[in-house]
């Protein structure tokens, strides 16, 4: 089954990878990172189709994907 793994520190939640998911299986978080801002988690984990937009959408790379034990990190800074 894919999932994703959200790098809660380097998130800043401004929900490009909401809008980018098809499945709509990602939302807010109501806790806070260390730098103060909500951060993306997975709400619908069983519906990821492992289809990569949220970590294609998200421009502060804090998105991996795994699919059936490949590992997607589509940049690195």
Known sequence: MPTIDVNIE???G???CIDAC???ILGMSQ?????GY???VMV???RCI???QCAIACPDVAIEVYVEGAH???FQY
Do not use: I, M, T, V
Request: aromatic content about 12%.
């Open 10 to 12: 380097r998130c800043k």
């Open 44 to 46: 619908d984990e069983p």
């Open 72 to 74: 997607y990190q589509f």
């Open 50 to 52: 492992g289809c990569s």
């Open 22 to 24: 098809p499945q709509e």
């Open 31 to 35: 806790k806070l990172n260390n730098k």
């Open 38 to 40: 909500k951060f993306a």
């Open 14 to 16: 401004c929900e490009r």
